[in-house]
T-cell receptor, first 116, second 115 residues
Framework: EAGVAQSPRYKIIEKRQSVAFWCNPI?????LYWYQQILGQGPKLLIQ????????DSQLPKDRFSAERLKGVDSTLKIQPAKLEDSAVYLC??????????????FGPGTRLLVL | GDSVTQMEGPVTLSEEAFLTINCTYT??????LFWYVQYPGEGLQLLLK?????DKGSNKGFEATYRKETTSFHLEKGSVQVSDSAVYFC??????????????FGEGTQLTVNP
């Protein structure tokens, strides 16, 4: 079974520029998450989708971050304009909806963003 | 809100030494608890999990027991190997969210095992 795919793996931009990240979850996984992992910290949830609907975006800085999951499969996360403090690894994860509610989240390799 | 606190790192051990990484949590109700591992250059992988009090999760020689009375989920391994060198994250999911299950992570503990 293919894992969660993310691209690009690395991105360097200057502040005030825009950037977009792409995620393709595991086939059939209804729930998709975007996390931000700042160096030396644990991942922090930015947004959670179930199919193409937003379940939780309470920690998403909506003035500059946006995300969408058209057709309930792939997702994109955008930052516009970027700030220095956005330098981090952006992780995508997906999860199936089974009979139990503690199904495992599967993580992609992440996109490492450096804002100069 | 929910939170997870891990022991400060980094941790450096010799091969075959005993490992303990402490993890305590704060949450309403009875969360599910997880340990994730991040090997150099790779994504996060689930190492083990426990869903209720006194459950013991185990995998690859690692163990952790869900202790409700001390709100802890310490990770242990009897004999570490060089290949165990990685960053270890303790995490929780609150109970009762049938469509959510967001993970709240600790800060992570860097483990280095020397031959």
């Amino acid at each position: 079974e293919a894992g969660v795919a993310q691209s690009p793996r690395y991105k360097i931009i200057e502040k005030r520029q825009s950037v977009a990240f792409w995620c393709n979850p595991i086939s059939g996984h209804a729930t998709l998450y975007w996390y931000q992992q700042i160096l030396g910290q644990g991942p922090k949830l930015l947004i959670q989708f179930q199919n193409n609907g937003v379940v939780d975006d309470s920690q998403l800085p909506k003035d500059r971050f946006s995300a969408e999951r058209l057709k309930g499969v792939d997702s994109t996360l955008k930052i516009q304009p970027a700030k220095l403090e956005d330098s981090a690894v952006y992780l995508c994860a997906s999860r199936s909806l089974g009979t139990g509610w503690v199904e495992t989240q599967y993580f992609g390799p992440g996109t490492r963003l450096l804002v100069l | 809100g929910d939170s997870v606190t891990q022991m400060e790192g980094p941790v450096t051990l010799s091969e075959e030494a005993f490992l303990t990484i402490n993890c305590t949590y704060t949450a309403t109700g009875y969360p599910s608890l997880f340990w994730y591992v991040q090997y150099p250059g790779e994504g996060l992988q689930l190492l083990l999990k426990a869903t209720k009090a006194d459950d013991k999760g185990s995998n690859k020689g690692f163990e952790a027991t869900y202790r409700k009375e001390t709100t802890s989920f310490h990770l242990e391994k009897g004999s570490v190997q060089v290949s165990d060198s990685a960053v270890y994250f303790c995490a929780l999911t609150p109970r009762g969210e049938t469509s959510g299950s967001r993970l709240t992570f600790g800060e992570g503990t860097q483990l280095t095992v020397n031959p």
